[in-house]
């Protein structure tokens, strides 16, 4: 067969920010030839790794017997904790993480060995003959179970403001309510994997599905006890990771490289979807207790509300991620005298971990209940109460954490969709049809979000980049941001082209790898183009400047008469190309190559009191859902969405337009069908899609209709965009309230009780409560 011609770039002028410009990887994925790291050719030698897993929940360790285990057909090593020349410990913030369980169990399915054979089918069939002895220790699975054992994986934390007890007891009307939140699996379509080659002198490649390569390489040369300049670790482009790859990726690459080290061969340890979804952590489930005092017109005088969440075994992102909960827990409404308390639970299950948004979701998920719960109660339209909390002016302005909210726009957002939606008589055509139909009842709901952008671990906030120029004028450009498929790569390409004022073909961005870039933090927390974007636009300025001092002193004119545009570089009637001028430069020894660096400003919080600047900036939306329940079997389905949405000047419309879509839709299907479900064992029954349930084709409603609003970020971000990849998540929680107005249509008064995911069971459940017909 002869070999397939190489890919012609297509021209694609210039500009190419603010442009809608496809995904970098589109035609490779249609035409199946986009390379994931188990697409990789296999290695002479390559072994395959497989992990034996714990089957108890917390238990001691009192033998392990591993002999069948070595002697099965294919097996070439078997390592446990005793095998590990570094540090057994793979926990990103605090080492309480073992990779190899060494005496102690503390979830089903915890790694307990590492089995490297021939073949994936050895090593796999090997890894479940260990024969383990065990002495069962109780086991706290449920967020109920840690509240009564007291406990605690982190010491709880309080923002408080005001006097929310006085206010309370003081206000016209109060209210007290529930809620408990399912958690969500990220069910990325490439699940974990790694690849890890050895080289000489303690040197490790390693190919990893991660969104950290640097803390990849950081714990993986801890393990291997060497320093982090013998570790490479490599990212090409994830198959997905909505957070789930931002720390859980070390385990498996650890397991892959120490194995690598011990034999001296390639090793790859890929995890099929049941051992993925056992082993690997989830979006924190919450439970919510709130007692909120308010106004005749619903406006909230005081708040008094507890956010719990079930952690898991260890530390993992628990801290920060339930301090974002606390940071969202306001999401568009002022409280002027407000307790928000976080406990974060430790349990015998796997540690939760980071997935979109953050611990955000479920900050806003609890303030929209309270509001939707003080709506309900008043008889009054949610919109109404919603918009009667906004943020306003001077007085109305300031975050219980103390940050000045300075860009507010949900109130011109919610003024626009409303028009735009037809929402005031959509909502009088659902009341007419509810009173007509006994079976099917519609609801309808309009939600807002303010997402706050920026790691709030505040040393997060950096990244580098990395471009070269050469001499025919193309780019090669690298930086610390990974690919998951969100277009992060196509984006930063485009920053690049336009500094140098060339078409996009002629940039090329390399894989990111931690030899080119270093220290640079996780692609997470919606800042991926904002600092890898910066970074590389500061890079290729650099190498701008010097190509314009340069030409300036040959035409005799000041560097700031340059301009770099369409290809060439002109000053008045003078042009040179971009490629003559880059030969040029060269020839007289001007340098083609430069690093860029990008740290965001004005962040400053104290990390314990939480009381700071935590964000940067915050990005809007809104969204207007519509649904209807069959009040005889739960079944819900989505008719129609209606999105507006703040991406400041888009950097690519297209590619942020694919984003709010699919953010909405997976926020949908955490509210409404993906359920986790442990028994009273602590093992997950819900591992695989024949029990796990996520959001197909036909949950997309025919009307789905997402508009971004043009509107420049106020804040000095590249080319004043916004962030788009979590705060568009949230916009799903108005199709939660959706339902929630249905059964409310099926019969009673008061607030709906209703917890989240709103299952069939629980829709149903809380359509019967409605009509008295539970005990």
Not at 39 to 68: C, F, N, W, Y
Not at 456 to 464: D, R, Y
Not at 652 to 679: C, H, K, S
């Amino acid at each position: 067969m002869s070999p397939r011609p190489p890919r012609a770039a297509k021209p694609i002028p210039f500009p190419a920010v603010h442009r809608d410009i496809r995904h970098d990887s589109a035609p490779l994925h249609v035409a199946g030839t986009a390379r994931y790291v188990d697409d990789m050719p296999d290695a002479a030698g390559l072994l395959h790794v497989a992990l034996g897993q714990s089957e108890k929940a917390h238990a001691r360790i009192l033998s392990i017997d591993l002999s069948t285990v070595r002697a099965y057909p294919g097996v070439v090593a078997v390592l446990t904790a005793a095998d590990i020349p570094g540090m057994n410990d793979v926990g990103p913030v605090v080492p309480d993480d073992p990779i190899f369980a060494e005496n102690l169990v503390e979830y089903v399915g915890q790694c307990l060995f590492a089995v490297a054979a021939e073949t994936r089918h050895a090593a796999r069939a090997a890894a479940r003959l260990a024969k383990v002895e065990y002495e069962e220790l109780p086991a706290i699975i449920s967020i109920a179970d840690a509240r009564a054992a007291d406990s605690h994986i982190l010491p709880p934390k309080r923002v408080e403001r005001g006097d929310p007890d006085g206010a309370l007891a003081s206000a016209p009307h109060s209210l007290s309510g529930t809620l408990a939140m399912g958690g969500q699996d990220h069910f990325y379509l490439e699940g974990q994997i790694s690849m890890a080659t050895p080289g000489e002198d303690g040197d490790m490649h390693i190919l990893c599905s991660t969104q950290h390569p640097s803390e990849v390489q950081h714990l993986v040369a801890r393990a291997l006890g060497r320093p982090d300049h013998n570790v490479v670790v490599e990212v090409r482009r994830m198959g997905g990771g909505f957070g789930g790859k931002e720390t859980q990726a070390s385990l498996f690459a650890a397991c892959a490289a120490l194995v690598a080290d011990r034999t001296g061969r390639p090793a790859k340890l890929r995890l099929d979807r049941d051992d993925d979804m056992v082993m690997t952590g989830k979006r924190h489930d919450f439970e919510v207790a709130y007692k909120a005092g308010f106004d005749d017109a619903g406006r909230i005088l005081a708040l008094d509300i507890t956010l719990e969440s079930r952690c898991g075994m260890s530390t993992d992102l628990s801290g920060a991620i339930n301090d974002r909960a606390i940071f969202h827990a306001d999401n568009c409404y002022f409280l002027p005298n407000v307790r928000i308390t976080s406990y974060r639970y430790k349990t015998h299950t796997v540690s939760n971990t980071a997935f979109r948004g953050f611990g955000g979701p479920q900050g806003m998920l609890a303030i929209e209940g309270v509001v939707d719960d003080i709506a309900q109660h008043l008889g009054l339209d949610p919109l109404a109460v919603r918009r009667v909390n906004f943020y306003g002016g001077p007085g109305r302005d300031v975050t219980p954490f103390g940050m000045k909210v300075e860009d507010f726009i949900a109130d011109s957002l919610f003024d626009r969709l409303e028009a735009s939606s037809h929402y005031q008589a959509r909502r009088t055509a659902i009341a007419a049809f509810n009173a007509a139909s006994p079976v099917l009842k519609r609801g309808i709901a309009c939600t807002p979000v303010k997402f706050g952008i920026s790691f709030t671990t505040s040393f997060l906030n950096q990244a580098g980049a990395l471009v070269h120029v050469y001499t025919d004028g193309s780019v090669l450009l690298n930086h610390g941001g990974t690919e998951m498929g969100q277009g992060l790569y196509t984006k930063v390409s485009q920053v690049v082209a336009d500094v140098f004022g060339i078409g996009l073909d002629r940039v090329r961005i390399s894989a990111t790898r931690t030899d080119k870039v270093p220290n640079t933090s996780a692609t997470a927390a919606s800042a991926g183009a904002d600092l890898n974007g910066m970074a590389s636009f500061n890079a290729a300025r650099t190498i701008r400047d010097r190509l314009a001092v340069f030409q300036a002193a040959r035409w005799g004119v000041a560097p700031g008469d340059l301009s770099f545009a369409n290809g060439f570089v002109t000053a008045g009637d003078k042009a040179i190309s971009f490629e003559d001028l880059t030969r040029q430069a060269y020839l007289a020894r001007v340098s083609l190559s430069a690093t860029g660096f990008y740290a965001t400003p004005k962040i400053d919080v104290d990390k314990e009191t939480l009381i700071g600047r935590p964000f940067y900036y915050f990005a809007y939306g809104a969204a207007v859902s519509e649904v209807v329940i069959d009040t005889l079997t739960g079944e819900t389905k989505l008719l129609g969405v209606d999105i507006l949405h703040d991406c400041g000047t888009s950097l690519n419309p297209v590619l942020d337009r694919g984003q709010v879509e699919g953010a909405y839709i997976q926020g949908m299907g955490w509210l409404t069908m993906e359920e986790l479900v442990f028994d009273a064992a602590g093992r997950l029954r819900t591992h695989a899609p024949s029990t796990y349930k996520i959001p197909g084709c036909g949950d997309v409603p025919d009307h789905f209709k997402v508009d971004l609003i043009n509107q420049p970020n106020r804040e000095e971000t590249i080319h004043r965009s916004k962030a788009v990849g979590e705060p568009p998540f949230m916009l799903a929680i108005s199709a939660y309230h959706a339902i929630k107005h249905a059964v409310a249509a099926s019969g009673g008064t008061g607030a709906v009780k209703l917890d989240a995911p709103a299952t069939p069971e629980r829709v149903l459940v809380a359509v019967r409560a409605r009509r008295g017909l539970m005990p």
